[in-house]
């Protein structure tokens, strides 16, 4: 294994921990006891979980996305015996 497929196996392994942060820090859908009691439905709780829940989901896909193409590099690399 050469250099550049050290460097893109390295890049996948930081990706992917990046994609399993990400996932991590995304709300659950249930919301618990503040659905009994209406806490959930404060205009606040919803800006927020807006905001912070459609950036750490555009992350998901732009993180997938770079996963998804690491690794498809890596197969054709590894195909075509360049590393």
């Known amino acids: 294994m050469n ?3 050290i460097v893109l196996g390295i890049v996948l392994a930081l990706v992917s921990i990046a994609i399993i942060v990400v996932i991590i820090l995304q709300e659950g859908n249930q919301q618990g006891i503040g659905v009994v009691t209406g806490a959930a439905d404060s ?18 896909k ?14 054709v690399l590894s195909y075509y015996n360049l590393l």
């Open 62 to 75: 732009v993180f997938a996305a770079v996963f998804v193409l690491f690794v498809i590099a890596l197969n």
């Open 3 to 5: 250099a550049l497929g």
């Open 43 to 60: 205009y606040f709780s919803k800006n927020k979980a807006r905001s912070i829940d459609a950036f750490l989901s555009r992350w998901t």
